[in-house]
């Protein structure tokens, strides 16, 4: 009886329970933070697309996976602290890449492997390769910025995720290894090897 | 430590460059991001609406569906007086089903209580 009451009473005023136990109204708190979570995404969309966008080098799977990422945090984490949005958002989104990554490793394994046995060609995701761009097309970008691009992208996927996350959004180790689902020691080792690889290939390119 | 301080001074380039990469971002990529994030926002929304007025309706049909029950377990415990009543005559059906007795004497029951009746004359 008085499990039916509360069912009852919860499903009516959507009442939750947060971090110490007390409940509260999860509806009339979504509708506070939908205006706090469209803020968080406007502050960060323009990095999450970039960290996407280096990582797959494909602008249009960049979107998707920044609208995946964002539909995750808004379904999922709505209703958690305005301060935790920003590490879950993180995670969520090296998630979504590293996955991004499986997939378009097994389709180009699967076509290949397709190809072979058939004329039918798969469609193979199309990569940018910006260090060949002409220089007329350089000239009109920024050539640091093309070369930075190149050599991150040339960098094996964790290390370049650990390396943005450590270096641009300013995360601590512990943090990166949270979003990263890695030990710190491995997160370490990434962002040592990313930065040495970085600091050989951009060194003098940079200072130009 | 002019190592290290060099070493910071790279990463503060390479953070400025991708800062600057995202100020340089062109005016379609900018709307379709501008755009993901109202739609993401606005079904979320709309989800919450939705469910705002379904949970009250499922709850309201639960509750009725309860109230029902409890109406209808009352009313049959306040019948509870005459169970006696039904389980004797069950009882007496029993017997009669099980008995030795011949059948015909069942059928003529009302002649034999009649004659009972008038066994004083």
């Known amino acids: ?208 | 430590m002019s190592e290290k301080k060099s070493d910071q001074q790279f990463l503060n380039e390479v953070k400025q460059e991708l800062d600057d990469s995202c100020e340089r971002l062109d005016a379609q990529t900018l709307s379709r991001l501008n755009h993901i994030r109202h739609q993401v926002l606005e079904g979320a929304i709309k989800e919450n609406r939705f469910s705002f007025y379904q949970r009250p309706l499922l709850s309201g049909g639960a509750l009725a569906f309860f109230t029902l029950v409890l109406a209808v377990s009352f009313n049959f415990n306040s019948d509870s007086g005459n169970d006696a009543d039904i389980a004797l005559s069950e009882l007496e059906d029993i017997e009669m089903l099980t008995t030795e007795d011949s059948f015909e004497l069942y059928e003529e029951m009302e002649f034999y209580q009649w004659l009972s009746m008038n066994d004083g004359f």
């Open chain 1, 1 to 208: 009886m008085s499990f039916f009451i509360t069912y009852t009473y919860d499903s009516l005023f959507t009442l939750g329970y947060d971090g110490q136990g007390k409940r509260f109204n999860s509806r009339r708190k979504f509708l506070d933070n939908s205006q706090a979570l469209g803020n968080f995404f406007s502050s960060i969309e323009k990095r999450a697309f970039r960290r996407a966008q280096i990582a797959t080098g494909n602008t249009d799977d960049a979107l998707d996976i920044v609208q995946d990422a964002m539909l995750s945090l808004t379904n999922k984490y709505a209703n958690k602290e305005a301060q935790d949005w920003e590490l879950l958002f993180h995670k969520i989104l090296s998630n979504r890449i590293m996955d991004w990554h499986r997939r378009t490793a097994i389709r180009k394994r699967f076509g290949t492997w397709l190809s072979s046995n058939d004329d039918d060609e798969l469609e193979e995701p199309e990569f940018e390769d910006l260090s060949a761009r002409s220089p007329e097309e350089i000239s009109q970008t920024d050539q640091s910025l093309v070369l930075l691009e190149a050599a991150l992208q040339e960098m094996p996927l964790k290390q370049q995720q650990v390396f943005l996350l450590r270096t641009w959004e300013g995360l601590s180790e512990k943090e990166t290894s949270v979003a990263m689902s890695c030990s710190v020691g491995t997160i370490k080792s990434h962002y040592s090897r990313a930065r040495s690889f970085l600091k050989n290939k951009l060194e003098y390119e940079l200072d130009r």
